[in-house]
């Protein structure tokens, strides 16, 4: 059973990163609620018919709908919205610093040991993320950082931190009921996140009429979406079957599908100094991840 909980751990990192590569690529078409609301709705038909089934209990959705509908705003809907900023690789493998966060939330509120290690991997990821954050030495020389601009990593940091809290609530709430129930209401959840979400974008739910006929303008939107669905079904399968501490950095794996991906995919060029420091900071994630086990 514990294999079974890596697994669905490992292709959440699969899952997550091509969600993410997918996301940015459709950027270029349009705005990243778009890509939220395509999740939204590819929920509403995958979680929904598959929980039924599997153990979704439809009489304690209102109970859980709450943390849901949190989630829905912290762990995908400000993701979406925060990881559309800044560099692919850069933002994405901060992002991916959460379960740094999510063991330190599950020490404090749910009594998850913390190790000596996990220390050490939180000091190798603030390290790496300050090597990211610092000037170069050529925007020094100018004299004029126009290039440093610390608010777009901040983003890929509070949507960690986000990720962290609502992973924490969620753990909590599913060892009180079951996974199925609490993906249902998150599917319900998303779907009024989503047109919000829309809506402060300033884009129309009806340009989703032309989905079909246009599939090819949609397509990066949509496998974005579809993804994203599928990361957070074997997210929260790995966390009904793994303490919060186990479960969240299995998906360390992702800042390194993320660094490949963003430079075979998005053919992005990463600087010496940003890969050194983005290295850094995964080998404090797969430390954390090894040495929970």
Same mark, same amino acid.
């Given at each position: ?43 509403? *038909? +995958?979680?929904? $018919?598959? =929980? ?6 439809? !009489? %304690? @959705?209102?109970?859980?709908?709450? #943390? ?83 608010? *777009? +990593?901040?983003? $890929?940091? =509070? ?6 809290? !609502? %992973? @924490?609530?969620?753990?909590?709430? #599913? ?84 660094? +490949? ?33």
């Amino acid at each position: 059973r514990m294999l079974l909980g890596i697994i669905f751990g490992l292709l959440t990192a699969l899952f997550q990163a091509l969600s993410y590569i997918f996301m940015r690529r459709s950027l270029q078409d349009f705005s990243e609620s778009v890509a939220f609301m395509m999740n939204a709705l590819t929920g509403v *038909l +995958i979680w929904i $018919p598959f =929980l039924f089934f599997f153990d979704g209990v439809w !009489s %304690d @959705v209102l109970y859980v709908l709450s #943390i849901a509908l949190l989630s829905a705003v912290l762990s995908e809907a400000f993701v979406f919205f925060a990881t559309a900023r800044g560099d692919t690789i850069i933002t994405g493998v901060l992002f991916s610093t959460y379960p740094i966060f999510t063991i330190f939330f599950a020490y404090l509120f749910l009594e998850e040991r913390l190790l000596f290690w996990s220390w050490i991997a939180l000091l190798l990821v603030i390290v790496g993320t300050l090597i990211v954050t610092s000037p170069s030495k050529r925007e020094w020389a100018k004299n004029a950082i126009t290039h440093w601009q610390f608010h *777009l +990593i901040a983003w $890929p940091l =509070l949507a960690a931190i986000s990720v962290s809290i !609502s %992973d @924490v609530a969620g753990k909590n709430i #599913i060892d009180q009921t079951t996974v199925g129930t609490f993906l249902i209401a998150l599917a319900i959840a998303e779907v009024p996140v989503g047109l919000l979400f829309l809506r402060m974008q300033k884009q129309s739910i009806l340009q989703f009429k032309t989905f079909f006929s246009h599939f090819n303008d949609y397509k990066y939107a949509f496998l974005s979406g579809l993804l994203s669905t599928l990361a957070v079904l074997m997210l929260w399968l790995s966390f009904s079957i793994l303490p919060a501490s186990i479960a969240s950095p299995l998906t360390a794996v992702t800042p390194i599908f993320v660094f +490949i991906l963003g430079i075979t995919f998005l053919k992005e060029i990463v600087s010496f100094k940003n890969t050194l420091g983005l290295i850094v900071v995964t080998s404090g994630i797969l430390l954390l991840a090894i040495t929970n086990f």
